[in-house]
């Protein structure tokens, strides 16, 4: 019994011993990555080429598909044009003896008839497929004063272009082929773009085929650029140089999201700097083409201005956002909604306005007849008034930004010498006859009045917001100016109104 009691005991022991070993064997080969067969082939079979394709955290997954989606959709466009020979004439050119040798084609870019010799000239840049039936979207420039447009796939295949309508003022153009079931880039949401995210830059640079380049969004609503009237565009560092114009910006999800319009270069190439044309501003001014066969936009009807610090603090402004009215048109949306001279719009249809141009962009873009609100600040109070958004005229730029010097820092009303406006000042100055104010006779040089942006014919109507008809007018209203304070100024310039703030010298 004794020794069958001592084999069990060994037995338990040893199978305690041969688990505890199991176990610490198990927990070994956990820490040194142990895995079984078929594991192992499945961990390398994760590490082939084909699972690494179809990572999706890996550049090559990212856009990879973009540019096999959106690139075919993008199209090289090559257009030629007749000019007239620039060249000089010779007396030599009129001899018989010259005709003799030259003929018709006189070297002095004449022919033997007195006519300006002609020449081809031929560009290239890009365009962006956006409908299947064949619409086609570049840039004005791209196309302007073309006799004919060819347009050429990325399969190869060539077509002829025609033009359906242009817009100078955001440089955009439409044009269509005669094709059908073709590769199309869908429409992106451009006011959803964040600075920092991915692009893709798709054209033909140099005449170089289906580029691509990547970047980043650098910067949106650059305004003030001096490529067009309406500017809103997206900055990015994707390289762009000549033939990209009229090209696709892409997002990573394949939408289109700009066309490239410009560059800022020093040396005529890439330095890191491309401006696109918004892709809702886009979509909008070709929407307008197609149907109408021109840009149909909204208007209110106002003369607007930048919101400097001075003129912040005189309006009574926490900060200077939003866009300064200096003169309501009569009979117009803006007149019978409401708003009035000197209201600072803060708000319109529930975008915030932080400067003139985003104003004018969004009012631009707006349908016409609809209805919005917009929320000013009058007085210190904030004001929301309803208005019915109009057409905008032909021969007036809606929101015309006035062009008052935007460094008006300056100082008190010395330097300035002012008279009663009379009517046939008016008519020397271009403007209506009955106009009421003090017109400016002169402006002395490094004073304060210079400083603000002041010039001799301006038209003062308002000193501190209290009209000014005539000469005794503005005297008495002088009179009780404190000279260390800053004045306000409302002038009447080529027929808009803006304010000035001058601030004394110290």
């Known amino acids: 019994m004794a020794s069958e009691h001592r084999s069990l005991k060994i037995g338990i022991t040893t199978g305690i011993l041969v688990l505890l070993g199991i176990v610490i064997g198990v927990m070994l080969t956990m820490r040194m990555d142990w895995v079984s067969p078929v594991q192992s082939e499945v961990a390398i079979n994760s590490t082939s080429p084909t699972t690494q394709k ?19 959709a993008v199209v090289n466009i090559a257009t030629s044009r007749t000019v007239d020979q620039k060249s000089f004439r010779s007396p030599l050119m009129d001899d018989p003896f010259f005709r003799r040798f030259f003929g018709d084609k006189m070297p002095n870019g004449r022919d033997n008839n007195g006519g300006k010799r002609k020449r081809k000239e031929s560009s290239l840049g890009s365009g962006v497929i ?11 420039h791209v196309v302007a004063g073309a006799d004919e447009i060819k347009v050429l796939m990325s399969d190869k295949r060539e077509f002829i272009g025609k033009v359906v309508g242009t ?18 880039v869908p429409w992106g949401d451009s006011d959803r773009l964040e600075v920092g995210e991915y692009v ?60 490239n319009t410009a560059i800022f270069s020093r040396s005529g190439g890439y330095m890191g700097i ?33 919101v400097t610090k001075d003129l912040a603090k005189q309006f009574g402004l926490k900060d200077s956002n939003g866009a300064l009215i200096g003169e309501v048109m009569a009979g117009t949306p803006a007149k019978a909604g409401g708003i009035k001279d000197g209201d600072v719009i803060i708000s319109y249809d529930g975008k915030a306005i932080d400067s003139p141009t985003t104003l004018r962009n969004f009012v631009a873009q707006t349908a016409v007849g609809k209805r919005v609100n917009v929320i000013v ?50 008519r020397q100055i271009g403007l209506p006859e009955g106009t009421t104010g003090v017109v400016i006779a002169s402006v002395e040089p490094n004073s304060s009045a210079q400083e603000a942006g002041l010039r001799k014919g301006d038209v003062i ?44 010298h110290n």
């Open 54 to 72: 179809n990572n999706s955290t890996s550049p090559k997954s990212i856009f990879v598909p973009i540019v096999k989606s959106a690139s075919p």
């Open 130 to 140: 956006v409908d299947s039936a064949g619409y086609i979207i570049t840039n004005n």
């Open 167 to 184: 817009d100078p003022k955001t440089d955009l153009a439409v044009i269509k082929i005669d094709a059908k079931n073709l590769p199309s």
């Open 200 to 259: 893709l830059a798709i054209g033909n640079p140099f005449g170089l085929n289906q580029t691509i380049t990547m970047g980043i969004v650098s910067a949106v609503g650059r305004a003030n650029v001096g490529i067009a009237d309406y500017e809103d565009f997206i900055q990015t560092d994707a390289a762009i140089n000549p033939g990209n114009s009229g090209g696709a910006l892409v997002n990573v999800d394949g939408e289109l999201i700009g066309i």
């Open 274 to 306: 491309g401006f696109a044309v918004p892709s809702n501003m886009a979509r909008s001014v070709m929407s307008s083409l197609i149907k109408t066969g021109k840009v149909v936009r909204g208007w209110l009807g106002v003369s607007i201005q930048k």
């Open 377 to 426: 600040v009058r007085d210190g109070k904030q004001k929301t008034l309803r208005i019915k958004i109009g057409e905008q005229p032909k021969d007036i730029a809606e929101a015309g930004i006035a062009t008052e010097n935007d460094n008006n820092e300056s100082s008190a009303l010395a330097g300035l010498e002012v008279r009663t406006l009379t009517d046939e000042i008016s």
């Open 461 to 504: 109507v308002e000193l501190n917001r209290k009209k000014v008809r005539k000469l005794s007018d503005f005297k008495k209203i002088a009179k009780n100016v404190n000279t260390k304070n800053n004045i306000l100024l409302r002038v009447k310039r080529k027929g808009g109104k803006f304010f000035i703030v001058i601030k004394p």
